[in-house]
């Protein structure tokens, strides 16, 4: 082993005289592991997210190298890059502080090595002791006195390496959430003309809010998808009171927030309820398993929703709510909204919306397009949906016949700019009534579609 590491290393001094070739300063980054094997899988990945931030942290010193001629390897001695600088204004030994600079702010500080060559391939070196990984002293007169077990170096390693990587997932998964919560809010508002609905064109059967009051409060939503993955990262995946009541705080503050953005309009409560189970779920899952299946994405929805109904309809005598008051006309099965929903985990999402949305195999992104698929989403949900927000500014008859128009409408091949769809435009601001709750479960199902695809 000892043979083919020094052999490596050789190879490397003849790789720096090459890349060198007597006209570049030469980078090169490797990692400081004590003992064997020098690289796997886990010192792999954070090689190769250190050499990421090393290339950003060159360019952002406007220090220009080449991906061509930059080198990536593995052999018995570790891990290994090597890029020659193009062009900069500074000096070999310039270059050498910037270098000691990354390392030091860097998480992994100890851990990397940067080494910086001159034109012939010459180390630039800052004359600086080098520091041990686990203790205060120096590097050498810890290895020298065998200060500690290379097992307790192994592990701390191991350890720290990690604690790096589950912190860059950390932050991957949550601009994830941010990102695509947020675009789930805007291309449900955007996607017109909708029955009822705000959207581009009109403000549908609304007269307090437009396309714009929903831009204000998706966008001061956004940071809070964030704050809800923090919450996910914290969960053990079985506690119960204490994480629904966290999540129902930032609930309300949220709810806040999108008052407080359209001067008092309620936009999206309905949405932030869904989505907020959701991106909590999905964040947890994709944390803990990397991937997102909808089973369990499902069980975790089901978990936090257990008995909602009773809980928040079933038990309250004044009806202060939409919501109660629908359920306290038309009872559970008509009338449990939402809440219902949630409580078995949103089987109109899961088992009709998602699977239409997911049967187109291209990811097109053409806007008229997208706006089309998800129009016909939106029917589909509609078809199924007993939205209480329907029954409460009308009755079951507009009810009914709003499903079996919707269905009618996403089974013909006329365009959804023409006959039976004007129709039920006309139809839906005629008896002024909003399907508020099924646009919820378009920006629930578009989503999951979204995040489903994600590998993190
Ligand atoms: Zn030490």
Same mark, same amino acid.
């Given at each position: 082993?000892?043979?083919?590491?020094?052999?490596?290393?050789?190879?490397?001094? =003849?790789?720096?005289?090459? =890349?060198?070739?007597?006209?570049?300063?030469?980078?090169?980054?490797?990692?400081?592991?004590? /003992?064997?094997?020098?690289?796997?899988?886990?010192?792999? !990945?954070?090689?190769?997210?250190?050499?990421?931030?090393?290339?950003?942290?060159?360019?952002?010193?406007?220090?220009?190298?080449?991906?061509?001629?930059?080198?990536?390897?593995?052999?018995?001695?570790?891990?290994?890059?090597?890029?020659?600088?193009?062009?900069?204004?500074?000096?070999?030994?310039?270059?050498?502080?910037?270098?000691?600079?990354?390392?030091?702010?860097?998480?992994?500080?100890?851990?990397? #090595?940067?080494?910086?060559?001159?034109? @012939?391939?010459?180390?630039?070196?800052?004359?600086?002791?080098?520091?041990?990984?686990?203790?205060? @002293?120096?590097?050498?007169?810890?290895?020298?006195?065998?200060?500690?077990?290379?097992?307790?170096?192994?592990?701390?390693?191991?350890?720290?390496?990690?604690?790096?990587?589950? !912190?860059?997932?950390?932050?991957?998964?949550?601009?994830?959430?941010?990102?695509?919560?947020?675009?789930?809010?805007?291309?449900?508002?955007?996607?017109?003309?909708?029955?009822?609905?705000?959207?581009?064109?009109?403000?549908? !059967?609304?007269?307090?809010?437009?396309?714009?009051?929903?831009?204000?409060?998706?966008?001061?939503?956004?940071?809070?998808?964030?704050?809800?993955? $923090?919450?996910?990262?914290?969960?053990?995946?079985?506690?119960?009171?204490?994480?629904?009541?966290?999540?129902?705080?930032?609930?309300?503050?949220?709810?806040?927030?999108?008052? #407080?953005?359209?001067?008092?309009?309620?936009?999206?409560?309905?949405?932030?309820?869904?989505?907020?189970?959701?991106?909590?779920?999905?964040?947890?899952?994709?944390?803990?398993?990397?991937?997102?299946?909808?089973?369990?994405?499902? $069980?975790?929805?089901?978990?936090? @929703?257990?008995?909602? =109904?009773?809980?928040?309809?079933?038990?309250?005598?004044?009806?202060?709510?939409?919501?109660?008051?629908? &359920?306290?006309?038309?009872?559970?099965?008509?009338?449990? /909204?939402?809440?219902?929903?949630?409580?078995?985990?949103?089987?109109?999402? &899961?088992?009709?919306?998602?699977?239409?949305?997911?049967?187109?195999? #291209?990811?097109?992104?053409?806007?008229?397009? =997208?706006?089309?698929?998800?129009?016909?989403?939106?029917?589909?949900?509609?078809?199924?949906?007993?939205?209480?927000?329907?029954?409460?500014?009308?009755?079951?008859?507009?009810?009914?016949?709003?499903?079996?128009?919707?269905?009618?409408?996403?089974?013909?091949?006329?365009?959804?700019?023409?006959?039976?769809?004007?129709?039920?435009?006309?139809?839906?601001?005629?008896?002024?009534?909003?399907?508020?709750?099924?646009?919820?479960?378009?920006?629930?199902?578009?989503?999951?579609?979204?995040?489903?695809?994600?590998?993190?």
């Amino acid at each position: 082993m000892l043979q083919e590491i020094l052999e490596a290393r050789e190879d490397r001094a =003849v790789l720096r005289d090459s =890349v060198a070739d007597g006209r570049y300063i030469t980078i090169s980054l490797s990692l400081n592991i004590p /003992g064997y094997p020098k690289s796997n899988k886990l010192i792999h !990945s954070v090689f190769s997210e250190i050499v990421c931030s090393l290339l950003d942290y060159l360019l952002a010193s406007r220090i220009s190298f080449s991906n061509d001629l930059s080198i990536n390897k593995e052999d018995a001695a570790g891990d290994f890059f090597i890029t020659p600088i193009l062009s900069t204004d500074l000096s070999g030994r310039e270059v050498k502080n910037l270098m000691e600079q990354f390392e030091q702010e860097h998480q992994l500080s100890r851990l990397i #090595d940067v080494d910086v060559f001159d034109e @012939n391939a010459m180390p630039i070196s800052s004359g600086k002791e080098k520091k041990c990984i686990l203790c205060t @002293n120096s590097a050498i007169s810890c290895m020298r006195e065998q200060r500690h077990s290379m097992d307790d170096i192994r592990d701390f390693i191991k350890n720290q390496f990690e604690d790096y990587i589950n !912190s860059l997932r950390k932050n991957r998964i949550k601009k994830k959430m941010v990102s695509y919560a947020t675009r789930a809010l805007l291309y449900e508002v955007s996607v017109s003309p909708k029955p009822g609905l705000v959207d581009r064109i009109s403000s549908g !059967s609304h007269t307090d809010m437009d396309f714009f009051s929903f831009l204000n409060s998706s966008s001061a939503l956004a940071i809070y998808w964030s704050e809800i993955a $923090e919450l996910a990262y914290n969960w053990d995946g079985k506690e119960h009171e204490k994480t629904l009541k966290d999540l129902r705080c930032l609930g309300i503050e949220m709810e806040r927030e999108m008052l #407080d953005s359209t001067q008092g309009v309620n936009t999206q409560k309905g949405a932030i309820f869904i989505l907020g189970f959701i991106v909590f779920a999905s964040s947890y899952l994709l944390y803990k398993f990397e991937e997102i299946k909808e089973n369990p994405l499902r $069980e975790i929805i089901a978990f936090f @929703n257990k008995d909602l =109904v009773d809980k928040e309809l079933l038990s309250t005598s004044e009806k202060s709510s939409h919501g109660e008051e629908v &359920f306290s006309t038309y009872g559970r099965k008509l009338g449990g /909204g939402i809440r219902q929903e949630m409580e078995q985990a949103l089987p109109i999402v &899961f088992n009709i919306a998602l699977p239409y949305l997911n049967s187109f195999k #291209d990811s097109n992104s053409d806007g008229s397009l =997208v706006n089309d698929r998800l129009l016909r989403t939106l029917l589909l949900i509609m078809s199924e949906n007993d939205d209480t927000n329907i029954l409460y500014r009308s009755n079951l008859n507009v009810l009914e016949a709003i499903k079996i128009k919707s269905l009618e409408c996403f089974n013909s091949e006329e365009d959804l700019l023409f006959g039976k769809y004007i129709n039920l435009l006309d139809f839906c601001k005629e008896h002024n009534v909003s399907p508020g709750g099924s646009a919820d479960m378009l920006s629930a199902t578009y989503f999951i579609y979204l995040i489903q695809k994600e590998r993190i």
